[in-house]
């Protein structure tokens, strides 16, 4: 699952980012730059450790998040919206 964080100029995109994958070097502020900074984070699933242990599988592959730390809302609408939607695909 690919989820992206978008919203206004310093309003805690990044902030949010950081809490939700636990990377703290995730660089400061996106400052304008239309490259996003990408975490993925495995999501523990007691189900899926169950599984693993009665039918001892010799591969456990979790369910992945990743998350994309994108740029603020711009006044340049038109290139925005365009990076945006190349980053969601």
Known sequence: MKLG??????SGK???FRALTGIQDAGTESGGKLTPVQGVVSVPDERLDWLFEQFKSKKKTPVQ???LDLQGFSENRKKYLSSLLNHMR
């Open 5 to 10: 964080i978008v919203g206004l100029p310093r």
């Open 65 to 67: 998040v990743t998350y």
């Open 14 to 16: 990044t902030t949010l």
